[in-house]
């Protein structure tokens, strides 16, 4: 198999993932069927356990042959105002032609990720496209 290629392209362009054609981010979110956190708890920069959960959700816009997975992980804390403020969550969306099971969910979650919640394209496990957002600007990457 050959390497995968990121494309980096504005959160209100449209992208076809497996047949459909989500016209923007906003659109890809609505269709999410499936729902997850990161998993990790961590004090102090060490992980005290790992305890991704698996949420399977009413997706606002149904889309036959099209499941989509949201692991996301809220950006970091490290004061008071932080804790009151701070409302950016970085977002991974994989999309798949069949359910998710919690499986599937428990192996996404547990990849090593680099910074929030960001796959090196190569990293994406095959079968699986991709979309990244990092929660505070306008653009997105894909990996189909």
């Known amino acids: ?9 504005s959160i209100y362009e449209p992208v076809t993932i ?10 890809i979110d609505d269709a999410v069927k499936v729902l997850s956190s990161k998993g990790d708890v ?29 692991i996301y992980k809220p950006y970091p804390c490290f004061d008071e105002s932080d804790f009151a403020y701070e409302s950016r969550v970085y977002h991974s969306y994989f999309f798949c032609d069949r359910m ?16 929030g919640c960001h796959l090196v394209a190569d990293d994406v496990p095959w079968g699986y496209s991709y979309v990244y957002h990092n929660g505070s600007d ?7």
């Open 100 to 115: 998710f099971t919690k499986e599937d969910v428990f192996r996404l979650s547990k990849l090593k990720y680099q910074g």
């Open 18 to 27: 497996l047949g459909h054609t989500f016209q923007n981010l906003q659109e």
């Open 42 to 70: 961590r004090l102090q920069g060490r992980r005290l356990a790992y305890k991704p959960y698996f949420s399977l959700i009413a997706p606002r816009t149904w889309i036959q042959g099209v499941h989509v997975l949201k």
């Open 138 to 144: 306008d653009t997105m990457e894909v990996v189909i």
């Open 1 to 9: 198999m050959g390497l995968r290629k990121a494309k980096t392209i």
